[in-house]
Every structure is written in C-alpha cells, then in structure tokens.
C-alpha cells in the first residue's frame, strides 16, 4: 500500500512534461496518459489542470490537447493568465506584455495605454533583443517598477530539446531594474489555492503531479498537498538528489501513478 | 582645493559613456573629451582605457576611437577578453562563445572544441533566442557548468536609447542552470589590479573616472583607488542616492575632472 495515495479527492495534474512533451509540432502525448486521464474522470475523483502554459489562450491550449485525445475543457483549466488579469483589474495596472502572441487575446479586455506595468511570459520566439530591449526601457522609465511574470519556471523541454522558460527573462529583468517580479501562476500559493477552491477540496485531500521538482512538487507542498514527481517531460535523474524539495513519491509516469491512486479507492 | 585630486599620479578611464556615446551609427565623442585625453598625456599623468566593451576587438575599438579623434593605441586598453583567454588557457577550459561576431576573432587561438565552459559578453543582437537556448543547453549539459561572463552591467546607453548588457542574460543562465559566473572585466577586483600593473601605479595614486557607479566606480574603490562618477553616458540622478557607493566626487564631463586634476599638479 502506497501511504501517499492514501485518502485523495482530489488531483492537480501539470499538463505539459506529463500529459504530452510540447514541440514545434505541437507535441505528442505521453504513453498511457490519455487512458489515465479517462481512468480519473470515471473513478469520481475531483480532478484539474494546473499549468504554467502562456503560449497559447486557454482555448487554443485545450483544442490541442483534445485533438491529441485528452478529455479536457476549458473550465477545467487553472492558468497564469487569467489569474493576471484578475490582479491587473484589481490594482488599475496597465501593461506593456512581453508575452507569445497567441497569449495576447486573454488580455484582450485589458486597457494597455500608457504602461504602468510590465507582464512577461514565455514569450518564446519572442524573446528577441529588441523586444527584450523595450520592455526594460518600460520597466526602467517607470518611478517605481512593477513586473509581474507568469511562472518562474527556469525551463522545459520540448520535442527538439530544453528551452529556457519565463523565469530566466524575468531574472534577467530583475537584475538590469533592480526589481523582484511578483509571480502569478505556480509556484505562488495563491495560485494553487484558487485550483483548489475550483476543484472544491481542501489541500491534505489533494494531490499534485507534476514534473518539475521545485514548481509543481515544493510549490503544492508548501500549501499542504502531497505531490509526485513523474520521471517524464523535464524531469531529470539529479533532480531526485534535490537539496530542498522531496516529493510524498516517484512515478515513472501519470499511468502508474493513476494505477496506485485507484488501487485504494 | 578639491581633496580627491590630490597625489594622483594614474588615470584609470572608462571609455564607453565617457569618452563618447556608443550607438548603431558607431558613435560620437562626449565634448571635451578629446581634448581632455591630449591635455591628461600632454601632463605627464600616466593613463590607461579601463573598459568592459566586448562587442569588438580591441584593435576595431581603438580604430573607431581614432576616428573620432582621440589619442588611443591597443597597448592601452585594458579588455575582458584578452583576461578571459588567460583564464581559459591556465586551466585548460574550452569555450563555446556567446559574444559579438566582431569579439570573435580575440579567441582565435582558443581551442574551442567539445566545449567545457560558457563565455558570454555583450553579444547584442546575437542575443536571439536560439543562441540563448543554445549557450543554456551546453552549460545545463556539463556535470559542473562553467560560466565566465565578460562583466556583469546592467545597461548601457546607446544613441537610440539604454540596451540589456551582459549581466542581464549572466543571471538568465545563472538562474536557469543554478550556477554562479565568474566574471571577468569590471568590477571584478583581479581587473583593476591588472590595469593598475600595467599603468605602473599603485592604487592609493589612481583614480577610476567612469559614468557606471557600481562597476566603475564601486569596483575601483574597492581596489584602494578613489574613483569619481561622470554626469554623462548612462549616469542618472538617482545614481547619486546610491544605497552602496559614493563616489568620491561628481564632475559634470571627463574635461571638468581634468581642469581640476591638472591644477593640481
């Protein structure tokens, strides 16, 4: 009997890394999760994506994991994104967006006139010098500079091999400004406490899976879920030897992890 | 009497914000810097070219300098690159490079074969994402990553505006492969010391005159030397409630410190 499975209602599935490994072709799916996200939906377990993702709206995000055969909507979706906009509306903070293209319809209601902010995500192709260049030159103008940054995820790995993520950048930033960025999006704990308030179940009834070590696992762990690292996506061997974040346990995959967890229901 | 300009008998200058504003267009001298250059050698002060310019060769550099009129040769101009290849030779380490096309060719005797380090410099618009990514993969991909960084300013003031410098995209790598650079180039003590051995004075004789209040003007101080901030190049006023470094004396331009250090004499 695994002690960590032991008592869940609820799951917090990563999606990239552990549904699918992205790529410039749009990815592919990971062997046996398709079958293991069906498994969970029909075991009555709460279940909800909880990703990192700002490539893409949610919606084109989702198209593209259904057209891989992932039983997945919209609404099931927590991403940084939205959780942004929330705080933009909140503070009357107006950005200028270093983010990837496809990103940008989910600020589409959001006034941009005149900056007083910068919002940087993975931007991807977008991380050129020269828009890198301007959003400094927005942030250093500014009498008191405000970044805010979706994940601060170091990388990830797509089909053509690692990346580096949005947090480099928003170091990078940080550095030539001065700043810290505020992080929207995991590991932030509010960011975890709203999927848990959508899913409806208290943190030491949820579990978190996920492939990266220090956002997914010590981000849930430190708002009192337990968390898995799966052996898939960025996960790499070193990570085991991590010298502040140690996960309730290792799977080779969400598979195996979905066979434990339904053993004890 | 302005106390600072006292027993000097060595001038260490920075180039870039001092001598003259760097741009796309290659430049144009601050004025009375080139006068103030004639004035400094005609009085018998010994003097060096204290810089952190890596987007060119030194020989390309002083070339440039010359046509706009200064009075500069290679052999006094003290770069990160020729300190970075001693380094890279004394212990056996081969670069991949993360620099200017035009810095290229001061690492021609370098082996650079199956790469054991980084270097990184002010690479400029050869700050793409693929190189990014490129240099990140290499250095996440030894067993102890090496990255040797060609200083670690912030920013620097071109004619078309501040640009990211190459200490924004040192902490990028620094954050995504959990590594600390070794940086070469100002304000790392090892690089006055050797500009000072070069000029043949003793820091408690020379003074650092510089437009960047951390490399230029806190570095030097930390070597014994007074250092004095210019108001031109990248200087703003805020500089001037530095919460670390005070520089010694402000002067509005390089020509208003030589008035004052050659009634001195």
């Known amino acids: 009997m695994a002690a960590w499975a032991r008592a869940v209602r609820g799951l917090l599935l990563d999606v990239s890394g552990v549904l699918y490994d992205s790529g410039g072709d749009g990815g592919v799916p990971i ?35 259904q057209g891989m055969g992932f039983d997945i ?60 260049n ?35 950048y928003m ?5 030539a400004c001065d700043v810290q960025a505020e992080v929207v999006g995991k590991p932030a704990k509010a960011f975890f406490e709203s999927a848990l308030a959508e899913m ?7 579990i978190m899976i996920g492939d990266d070590i220090v956002n997914d696992v010590g981000g849930a762990q430190r708002c009192g879920m337990r968390a898995l690292q799966v052996r898939t996506g960025k996960y790499r061997p070193c990570d085991e030897n991590h010298p ?13 992890a979905v066979d434990i967890l339904l053993q004890q229901l």
Chains 1, 2 share one sequence.
Do not use: W
């Not at 170091?171 to 550095?175: D, H, N, R, S």
């Open 171 to 175: 170091k990078a930033l940080e550095y």
């Open 31 to 65: 062997a046996g999760s398709v079958e293991a996200v069906r498994r969970i939906k029909a075991s009555g377990l709460k279940l909800r994506f909880c990703t990192n993702e700002t490539q893409a709206t949610r919606e084109k995000f989702v198209k593209k994991l």
């Open 73 to 132: 909507s919209v609404a099931e979706v927590t991403a940084p994104a939205p959780a942004a906009c929330r705080i933009l509306k909140e503070r009357g903070l107006r950005p200028h967006l270093l983010v990837h293209n496809d990103l940008v319809p989910e600020f589409a209601e959001i006034d941009k006139a005149n900056p007083n902010c910068v919002v940087i995500g993975d931007a991807a192709e977008n991380f050129t010098y020269a828009n890198l």
């Open 244 to 256: 502040h974040v140690k996960p309730d346990a290792y799977v080779n995959n969400l598979a195996e």
């Open 200 to 206: 409806g179940v208290p943190p030491q009834e949820a």
């Open 134 to 168: 301007e959003a400094f030159r927005v942030l250093i103008g500014m009498e008191k500079p405000v970044l805010i940054s979706l994940g601060r995820g170091r990388y990830y790995k797509e089909t053509d091999g690692l990346k580096l993520d949005v947090g480099a």
